[in-house]
């Protein structure tokens, strides 16, 4: 070092075992994430029942191939169609080619249609996330809103209105708490435990859970409609992370150290 | 080639997430990683499988208008046509291996000696799909009293009558615990009439506890063993390409 500088006031923001646990934890969502969608490819379709009623799916990725013609795939909600061909029902096969298949092979593990194997990292990587989720969430309680959190979120939530203006603070703002703790403490369990409510020894042991979900059939469409909110947290999460110094905060989530007035330090 | 910024976003996502998915699939493909993956499964059947609770009984009211068919054709054999044609005169089921009174059954035989179990249960297939049916037959657990079984035997192997059309007969397999639950039966009726064909008739296997691939369709011999492995390889056609063999999740 060529000259000394006072150091940049810092604080110990995450503790070893908080960042150790978030990035575990990171990928094992991204990988239940992409082995789900795998799982999900063997019948691309969700009943609001216990009970599959083929004939009505509230929501289907499916292909149309007609003899004559180029093949469409469609993503269908209720009886709107939406035509999402090369991308969903009807895609790249990761072999070069394009097939009827729900979710391209660029988005699931393994990339070529394999139940079984997709099936083996999703397991596996479940269990991965609740043994990291149930430390974190331990270490997460500290993040649980004060009342006096509360009243501020009106205020937080207008600081957040310019997105090359947000503030940046070591200590996390009620908004960060709130968004945090609600996917911590109510879309990751809800995700969870209507994952189970797919088992059949499962639903026998607990027969209260699949019944909670409104059916078994209907416990498939909790697992995906968290899957998507969790992607949807992921893409706010790592536009924030970028907007409010992202050398910053991703130095805070590894050595665990926040330099106060990052921007002018970074 | 003009290209708007959310494509662009779009196309870096993908891009990524084909990354994360080829470097998977690669490691996939790792013999030792792939049997690693495994791994929970023994935990699983450790917690789940440590007791017999019973699978959620229906009401008449919630069987499926129609039962779903799903895995192999039918069996093709002159002889299976000859039988599920002729009221399956002539079918019998063997059940033999580590039993001390190996014996067969025909049709008749297994509806007169032994006690009837009805269940309405639901059906929860591997692909993810559930349907309701009231399945009818035979108790594993009273078959197996009527044969005794002797004390080192530890699985109960399902061999059944349909294949992959490459030769290879479907089978599957129970542990002893499993096949002493008091639901899992071997059925002969599918919503009080003889099981049809594609559902597996003259009888199916039936374990509401675990997928549905566990439950063999066209079973035509029962044996005990005291391990699987070798002839047996994991324990059913599924297992041996790569499935669980604990069928619970």
Known sequence: MPHVKKPSPRVYRHPLPVRLTHWIAALALGILAMSGMQIFNAHPALYASDVSHFDRPVFKIGADEPLAGNPVGYVQIGSLR????HVLGY????MGGEIGRAFPSWAT????????DGRRWHIFFAWVLVVCGVIYAYFALRLLPSRADLRELPHTLRTHLVPWRLPREPQLNPLQKVSYVGI????????VASGLALSPSVDAWLPWLPQLFGGRQFARIWHFGGMIALMAFFVVHLVMV????????????ITGWYVVKGRKSV | MKMDR????????AASLSGCARIATSLNENASIHRLLLAPERLNLAILGAGQPLAHEYSPADISSDFRQNGFYPPSSDAYQRWSTDGWRGFSLRVDGMVERPASFDMPSLRRTFVRRSQITRHDCVEG????????????ADLLAAVEVKPLAQYVVFHCMDDDGEGNLYYESLNMHQAAHPQAVLAYDLNDRPIPVKNGAPLRLKVPTQLGYKSAKYVRRIEVVAALGGRLGRGGYWEDRDYEWFAGI
């Open chain 1, 109 to 116: 593990i393994p990339t070529y249609q394999d139940l079984a």
């Open chain 1, 91 to 94: 895609g790249p096969d990761g």
């Open chain 1, 82 to 85: 939406v035509n999402t061909t």
């Open chain 1, 184 to 191: 911590i403490f109510i879309v990751v369990p809800i995700v």
């Open chain 2, 129 to 140: 799909w559930s349907v309701i049916g009231k399945w009818s037959g035979v108790l594993v």
């Open chain 1, 242 to 253: 970028a907007l409010t110094g992202l050398i910053n905060n991703l130095r805070s989530m």
């Open chain 2, 6 to 13: 959310r494509s662009f976003v779009g196309l870096v996502a």
